[in-house]
């Protein structure tokens, strides 16, 4: 049976929890929405790869996510120490497991990436979304073994704009489209675990709100 669960994000979810993350209410764009950072200790003193950088670093929303689709609004920002290499990251976290380390799979954002934004030489274009799995398969891992396997892929995206991403997820598959246009297709992923909660995910630099969070389950 399809059920469908919608949250608009005019506030932080009831039983939300925030992993690295600070969360507040705020608007964009004249629209409410929940805006979420990395907390100014891991983002002053995080070692990258162990406390950022494809890291359990999300609003973690109690839900019990399996299979389906996820659509989020999502407008992200640099905040004003982003380091060099910040491209505005923001995304869908998905069955997330249990502990203080949980694994789970996520769809994230690059704007300065965008097709119209990102340097018109080099392959930065071709990286404006990311799949990746943590624990094992963080993108940089994923690009050095596997830089054929379509993990990444371009997109038409910008800072200070509302994206719609939406990401439809069966058992070891996965699609991703932005602002409904399909960008990245996955035959098989590299779940982590086949059931969880749902996450606002943000990285290093990032100040991201989101807006009108639809999660569809269909088992």
């Given amino acids: 049976m399809v059920t469908t669960e919608h949250l608009d994000l005019a506030d932080i979810p009831q039983g ?56 989020v609004d999502i407008a992200s920002r640099l905040r004003p120490d982003a380091p060099a290499d910040a491209r505005g990251f923001a995304g869908i976290a998905y069955r997330i497991g249990a502990g203080e380390k949980p694994p789970f799979e996520a769809v994230y954002l690059r704007p300065t990436n965008g097709w119209h934004v990102a340097p018109p030489d080099g392959p930065r274009r071709e990286r404006a979304i990311q799949y990746f799995a943590y624990p094992d398969w963080p993108y940089n891992r994923l690009r050095d ?3 054929n396997g379509g993990y990444e892929a371009a997109a038409d995206i910008r800072l200070d704009a509302w994206i719609r991403l939406t990401i439809t997820v069966r058992a070891t598959s996965l699609s991703a489209a932005v602002n409904g246009t399909t960008v990245l297709e996955l035959p098989q992923t590299l779940a982590a675990t086949p059931r969880g909660a749902v996450g ?10 989101f807006s009108n969070l639809s999660v569809v389950h269909d088992d």
Avoid: N
């Avoid at 805006?35 to 990258?48: E, K, N, Y």
């Avoid at 606002?200 to 709100?209: K, M, N, P, Q, R």
């Fill in 145 to 147: 073994e596997r830089p």
């Fill in 16 to 71: 939300a929890v925030l992993r690295s993350v600070t969360a507040q209410r705020s608007r964009f764009s004249h629209r409410p929405a929940v805006r979420v950072s990395l907390t100014d200790q891991v983002s002053r003193d995080g070692v990258a790869g162990v406390d950022f950088v494809d890291q359990p670093t999300f609003v973690q929303i109690p839900t019990a996510f399996a299979t389906g689709k996820i659509s």
């Fill in 200 to 209: 606002l995910f943000v990285d290093i630099g990032t100040d991201a709100h």
